[in-house]
């Protein structure tokens, strides 16, 4: 991915942004919404959309099969039983490098309207040894709008690697191992491609790093056309050739027209949904608001008393991203797996998110929404997601708003708020040193909720006195407001912003929180 210095050139748009200082850009993302599942077989990749010739949009989802998930005017036309796209393991000759399956993670639509496909592919694998599998990213076209792909040129016995484009130095029989779980996107006259080096040096990120490759969008990502960027320059061929390292958050990668700017975003390399921006798709700097959102730390080894995961993160528009990622009206998607669940049950959650520039010449942290969910007779105050599982639903989206990290330039005006699981299968939002003590004695900390302020004028609150909306005119703002525990008679919690609503009576100041943004 590679910045034009006149601006980014999308599909047949060209666009001419100014470029924004990134240390200045912040996230916000509202409350989270469970579109799929629970399902074993569709949510294991990021979920992608593309707008075709037809002007429909097309939503992607995978698990060794690819499946069309939306289709429709926007993402929001959601299939009840999504069919596939014709992509899934080829076990017709036994070296045929997607025996265990194909992965349509990028889809994009040249300017003539034809929509070409980049999946991620699996051969020789045994997940239930050290999950070892070999890994590449092979090319399909579709010939009906992005509905079905064929792979091109055809695989074969004779050629397994036919239209493989993607692939690293060797393969092993003893755990991940190859290149893929990728992501592509045109900046200019170039295709990028980013993605998972699953055989780099065991001493950086346990011998998990990222690449990138590009290819001519003349050639349109055809096999042969791809080169990695090695040594300096893209001079390392696509398949069997080694590659730098870059240092991104993910391979989930998006051209941010408004910003004149590239986003990664990811969760492999952390367990919180990271965020770096990039002016040129090579040199990346950590988000200085933090991550979109906060997580803790759980293993992709299942066992009943695993946290909750998150995984595969994608963003898209309500029409795909084809013409770039708007700062407006787009979502972040993850696969969710609730606490002691393994992957037979699968959610797709998604949550709105905005893209905000600062105006008062310090960072504004990024934020989420603090929900309030009910089940019967009690509530429950969270930022996470909340699975249908749980037989809670939604009552109030947005009570209050919190930072997502509390970075050291912060020091000493942020305070943890934890989510603190009771014997009354009450949560409870608390300060740290409180959760498994005196009346929260056996409670569990299940989430970190987030941070809030420890006072109404701190810079942490003065950054978000005045917000732009990239690319327009328009500006917005909030300020700080006192965040409370609230306790009812049974003795279960809820949280207000402000004062709390009977039956549910004040407990305990947390903290100074953001209210819901506004026009200012």
Known sequence: LLCALLGLILGSTAVTGIRADSALLTTVVGPPEV???????????????????????????????????????????????????????????NTSLSYCGK??????????????????QEWRCDYAHNEYTNKSVAYAVSYDNGLTFVPWPQPSEANPAANQIIAGQNFSTEHQCGEG????VRVGDWLYLYFIEWDGPATIHGGTTAGIARSAVADAGRPGTWWKYHGGSFSSPGVGGPSDMVDIAGTAIYNVPAVDLLISIGVIFSASLDVKWSADGITWSSAAAGPIFTANWSSWDRTPTSGELFGYPGLSGLTGTNDGLPVSGSFVYVTYLDPGADFSRRWLVRRPLQILAGLGGGTPLALAALSIWVSGSLQWATTGPVSPASNFTLLAPTVALL??????????????????????????????GECGTGRFAGGTVTRTAGWVSTGAGTSAIKNWARVAVPGTSQTLGTTAGLLFRCTNPAGTYSAALGACAAPYVTDKFLGYAFQPLSPV
């Open 181 to 184: 779980d990728h992501g592509v």
């Open 35 to 93: 579109v799929g599942g629970p399902d074993c077989c569709k949510y294991d990749s990021p979920f992608t959309a593309v707008r075709n010739a037809a002007n429909v949009t097309v939503g992607y989802t995978a698990n060794d099969e690819s499946f069309v998930f939306s289709l429709g005017a926007t993402v929001d036309a959601i299939l009840a039983d999504p069919p596939s796209t014709g992509l899934r393991p080829d076990r017709s000759f």
């Open 403 to 432: 930072a997502t990290s509390a970075p050291d330039a912060f020091a000493g005006e942020l305070v943890a708020v934890r989510e603190c699981l009771g014997a009354r299968q009450s949560v409870a939002l608390t300060l740290d």
């Open 103 to 120: 992965w349509l993670n990028s889809a994009w639509m040249d300017d003539a309207g034809v929509v070409h496909g980049y999946y991620h």
